[in-house]
């Protein structure tokens, strides 16, 4: 076996670079989002993952639609009740350690929807880590929702489930900012 | 239509009502009230017969008149019809009331009353007599209310918040 030198150094360099970083590193850039997407928030999350804001830059693009090889659960949009033990079923078979964002008024709070078939915010049945405000909110503001996971996956260390009981409940706040011209210019 | 109506079921008083009634326009589209026992027959004629050939269900739906003005009648079962062969429309209405709203189903003569039949069942609690599977459709299973009743409260009442909830500790 002429190759094993060269397979061992590479293997220590990795070892050695995960021992530095953690593995929570190579986790946080290649975090596989289970799209949940009911309504409207659903559009702007594909826009989200579509060339223009191009999530894969954050390592996020890979979409899967099945849960056990997905660690984040982006809910986006509103849950009637009739889905919730679906979504709850979803999350459930999903892969440890993950991760949850609400995404949109309606997955947080119910939205504009305050009926007696729509689930007042996922939070309520399920642990979110982030919400992501809007109605819709923008791409931006789901990828800062998305970075926000990443800063926790970063800073959080392997911490069993439990010790996450209650999601983190991190609110995103908008990244854009209205800037105004001065009377000057 | 009506004469062939009135023909077929002389003891009947079948007579055509305005379905919009719009302050100073004349009426343009046309109901009629069927009793739910002669409601069979009747649809099964306006299918058949060579003048109405009404070969088309095109909605079947239902209205809860309570608080309405002047209704004498809880719940409308409204059936609109169409016929392709000679263009023209018509409404059936059929008025049941409370405690136990039944009107025969009429998935025998269209079949696509099938999905709507269960669907008025799931939310006004209207039981379609003789639907081969009269199931709730919209809403789950376990829900017992029918939330299009005008006494239902929109917000529910607590359904939604009864649910079992999932900890990071079940994952
Ligand atoms: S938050 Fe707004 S955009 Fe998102 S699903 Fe609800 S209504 Fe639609």
């Not at chain 1, 992501?132 to 996971?149: Q, S, W």
């Not at chain 2, 023209?88 to 025969?104: A, M």
């Not at chain 2, 599977?133 to 009864?162: C, M, N, Q, V």
């Amino acid at each position: 076996m002429g190759n094993d030198d060269l397979v061992t150094t590479r293997l220590e360099t990795l070892v050695n670079f995960f021992r530095e970083k953690g593995v929570n590193w190579a986790r946080k850039n290649s975090l596989w989002p289970m799209p949940f997407a009911t309504a409207c928030c659903g559009i702007e999350l594909m826009a989200t993952g579509a060339s223009r804001y191009d999530v894969a830059r954050f390592g996020a693009e890979v979409m899967r639609f099945s849960p056990r090889q997905s660690d984040l659960l982006i809910c986006a949009g509103r849950v009637a009740i009739k889905m919730m033990p679906v979504l709850q079923r979803i999350y459930l078979q999903m892969a440890e350690p993950k991760w949850v964002i609400s995404m949109g008024a309606c997955a947080s709070t119910g939205g504009v929807f305050d009926t007696y078939a729509v689930v007042q915010g996922v939070d309520q049945f399920l642990p979110v880590d982030v919400y992501v405000p809007g109605c819709p909110p923008r791409p931006e503001t789901l990828i800062e929702g998305i970075m926000a996971i990443q800063r926790l996956v970063e800073k959080e260390g392997i911490r069993p489930s439990a010790e996450r009981e209650k999601g983190m409940r991190h609110v995103v706040q908008p990244t854009y900012q209205l800037t105004m011209p001065t009377a000057a210019e | 239509m009506l004469a062939a109506l009135q023909s077929k079921f002389p003891s009947m008083s079948l007579e055509l009502r305005p379905l919009v009634v719009r302050t100073n326009k004349p009426a343009d589209q046309f109901y009629v009230r069927v009793e739910p026992g002669a409601l069979l027959e009747v649809m099964r004629f306006l299918r058949d017969d060579e003048r109405t050939k009404f070969e088309q269900l095109i909605d079947l739906t239902c209205v809860d008149y309570l608080n309405f003005p002047d209704a004498a009648d809880r719940y409308g079962v409204v059936y609109s019809l169409l016929s392709l062969t000679h263009n023209h429309r018509l409404w059936i209405k059929c008025f049941v009331n409370d405690p136990k709203p039944t009107v025969p189903s009429v998935t025998s003569i269209w079949k696509s009353a099938d999905w709507m039949e269960r669907e008025v069942f799931d939310m006004f609690g209207v039981v379609f007599e003789g639907h081969p599977d009269l199931r709730r459709i919209l809403t789950w299973d376990e829900f017992e209310a029918y939330p299009l009743r005008k006494d239902y409260p929109l917000r529910g009442k607590g359904e939604r918040e009864d649910y079992p909830v999932i900890h990071r500790t079940d994952a």
